[in-house]
């Protein structure tokens, strides 16, 4: 199951759901932690986030990969909690360094 939304004429946000059910509101939960990217930096292009649950692991078995496009870079999370909101702010946090170093490395080219 894979959803697609427009934030602005540049970014696309979208949600694969693997081995769950219907969650809108983890869903937008997700769409909302990676629509703050672009705060740390407006040259996002689109991004991806896939929701997964797995049945081998009881204490961490919600996982969540965050992909995130910006010109010449692609920067990727992936991290597993108790619940999703846990993992999908890991992954944000992951991703939010992983831009702050790659706008630095672009200024510092300047």
Known sequence: ?????????TVNVQ???RHTNNHQDIEQYARDAVQALDKLFAG????????????NDFENNKLAEVTVHV???????KEAAATYEQA???????VGR???K?????????
């Open 88 to 94: 999908i702010d890991s992954c944000v946090d992951s």
């Open 98 to 100: 992983q831009l702050r």
């Open 44 to 55: 996002i292009l689109n991004s991806h986030v896939i929701l997964d649950h797995q049945n």
């Open 102 to 110: 790659y706008k630095e490395k672009l200024q510092a080219h300047k």
């Open 71 to 77: 010109p010449q870079q692609v920067l990727v999370a």
């Open 15 to 17: 949600v694969t759901l």
């Open 1 to 9: 199951m894979t959803k697609t939304e427009e934030v602005n004429e």
